[in-house]
């Protein structure tokens, strides 16, 4: 049972080059999302999705864009990587978006911007 | 705006008690999760909030007070493997998650 899975685990970027971070569940959730983790601060939410085909803008969209063609899968991508945009992300997902389903993670993504 | 807040850092002994508070100011509440962190991995679900009162697990408890807009997570029994960040989420009105930035936990022999 793998749960969230997140690829790839680490990564070093140059300025200005794109990327795609690859989210798969296996859990049949109608609900992903993606945060972003920096020191010192909460999650926050960058993009997320309600279901297959659907996504909508978080706290911090600016400089990402997102896809979710089957409702197993959720990718993130990065246009044009900036060194503001180093951090780990973190992909979660959960049954429905009612308060009472926690939501569950992948193990992050590690993203180091030069 | 809406606010989680929670101690940075506390530290405590094996076998002992720890209470980790967390106070929330969110459009709306509907209700609120405590996860656990460890360095390096991915949050892991703990508890879940809603009404008033403590909800016990094992060695885990929460606790939640809708009018003072405040909750703890208690530890009993600590062991060292509960050394890890524990992050407080509360649900708004839109049922976004708003995190507090983590209470990083270190246990002591």
Redesign the interface.
Known sequence: NAGVTQTPKFRVLKTGQSMTLLCAQDMNHEYMYWYRQDPGMGLRLIHYSVGEGTTAKGEVPDGYNVSRLKKQNFLLGLESAAPSQTSVYFCASSFHGDGNQPQHFGDGTRLSIL | GQN?DQP?EMTATEGAIVQINCTYQTSGF??L?WYQQHAG?????LS?N?LDGLEEKGRFSSFLSRSKGYSYLLLKELQMKDSASY?C?A?DSN????????TKLIIKP
């Open positions: 989680i940075t509907n209700g999760f991995e991915a949050p892991t679900f879940y809603v992050l989420a649900i049922y976004q998650l708003i995190w507090g930035a983590g």
